[in-house]
């Protein structure tokens, strides 16, 4: 059974299947980064130690489940990328582990004055699905005062020091932004690293992980994007565009001169390059150019059940979520023969063992790739939708258009530039909220 709260030795050591079982490696550590508003440690990912001896990071959203045995994986695909710690970031068992640090808890009020040692981190998923460190295994730093084997465990809000002691952290003014940005929306992070100079922006840029700094990307103008991306290392490129949705990637790259366009696209494996060169045959301004080419998709054979399961997938945008296309195999866009949808509120008011195959919405209308912003708006208006599919003349499912997707092409090039009349700029102080 999957567990969401482990300490991390005993997660070292155990072996990482992809989901279909096959074996890619196992546990050595755990990256961690220790975050400067004392807040407790975010978990970023597993250094999974190869047949070859070769150690790689697996982002710790790629984790789908956890248990005495083994740590499975939502995907066989992983980046070969060397183990490369970034400033912040630290091993948890290469350099946090063995630590000495000060405790606070009232329960050892007796040793206040004495330094303990690390000897453990307690993990704990939340609800967010991210997953942080909040507690500390400790003993007595001098062993003449403890009894043999004698370890307290302790929440992180009462161990200091660790700070200092385990981590090489970025300069002041990088990481008072750090501090800043954590914990911001996406695109309220990206208005931050807006306004900042080119250089101190390209600082926290490599100071962030790769998953959040692609989702900041996303949310930043294409130029400022490409400004960016130009001055990354290519591994780190790859990993940056590979995490970023692939409409993104072909509205960043689309504005590029065609020589740097493919520069970047062969940067990217091949599965994930070529959904972005799907979408870039098309014109930016149809449905085509507009839509993404990852929807919710399954077959007609999928239970309610499974169907929520996907759609509760936090990665996953409300708009996309609103709607589960349905086609023959395969699923991978272009998909065999469009079946039809099933709309969200349907699915929630079906048992969970019905086929969505008896569900099916056969008479809402389809979205062509060379439809126009205009016909798009119209159809979003006409049949109350946020999200539309989008299917060639074949009947495959290429995509489907969200209402994202149309607001940043009707909306002004220079939208995220300027501010609505009225609105107040986000206090960065206060953390942005969410």
């Not at 970023?244 to 940067?267: K, T």
């Not at 866009?333 to 063992?353: D, E, F, I, S």
């Amino acid at each position: 059974m999957s567990v969401s709260k482990v300490f991390i030795a005993r997660l070292v050591g155990l072996a990482v299947l992809g989901p279909d079982g096959e074996s890619i490696g196992r546990v050595r550590d755990v990256v961690i980064a220790i975050r400067l508003s004392g807040l407790p440690p975010r978990v970023l990912g597993l250094a999974v130690e190869l047949t070859t001896r070769r150690r790689i990071f697996v982002p710790i959203l790629r984790v789908t489940g956890v248990d005495s045995h083994k740590v499975t994986l939502n995907t066989g695909t992983i980046s070969m990328r060397k183990l490369d710690l970034r400033p912040g970031e630290a091993l948890a068992v290469g350099q946090v582990m063995d630590s000495r640090v000060r405790v606070t808890d009232p329960d050892l009020a007796d040793w206040a004055d004495e330094d303990f040692t690390v000897v453990d981190l307690g993990i704990e998923q939340g609800r967010t699905r991210d997953w942080l460190v909040t507690r500390v295994a400790v003993r007595p730093s001098r062993l003449r005062l403890a009894r043999r084997g004698e370890i307290h465990v302790v929440d992180w809000a009462h161990v200091h020091g660790l700070t200092q002691t385990a981590l090489n952290l970025p300069g002041q003014g990088v990481a008072a932004i750090m501090m800043q940005l954590d914990g911001m929306r996406p695109a309220d992070a990206a208005n931050v690293l807006r306004e900042l100079p080119p250089k101190r922006r390209e600082e926290i840029a490599a100071a962030l992980d790769e998953e959040r700094l692609a989702d900041i990307l996303q949310e930043l103008p294409s130029d400022d994007a490409q400004s960016l991306i130009a001055v990354m290392g290519t591994g780190r490129a790859r990993n940056v565009l590979g995490a970023m949705e692939p409409d993104d990637v072909a509205d960043l790259v689309g504005e590029l001169p065609p020589g740097e366009a493919e520069r970047l696209l062969s940067l990217m494996a091949p599965e994930e390059s070529e959904p972005v060169r799907r979408l870039l045959v098309h014109s930016p301004d149809t449905a085509g150019g507009m839509m993404t080419p990852e929807p919710l998709i399954v077959t007609a054979a999928t239970t309610v059940s499974e169907a929520l399961a996907r759609a509760r997938d936090p990665e996953i945008t409300p708009a996309a979520a609103s709607i589960v296309f349905v086609v023959r195999p395969p699923t991978q866009t272009p998909t065999g023969k469009y079946l039809g949808c099933v709309h969200l509120q349907v699915l929630l008011r079906n048992p969970p063992a019905t086929l969505v195959g008896d569900l099916l919405d056969t008479d809402l209308g389809h979205l062509r790739p060379e439809d126009s912003v205009e016909t798009v708006t119209r159809y979003f208006a006409t049949y109350n939708l946020v999200c539309g599919p989008v299917v060639d003349e074949d009947g495959h499912l290429l995509g489907a258009v969200s209402v994202d997707d149309l607001l940043d092409e009707i909306l002004p090039d220079d939208w995220r530039e300027t501010e609505p009349e009225g609105d107040e700029p986000i206090n960065v102080a206060a953390g942005g909220g969410r």
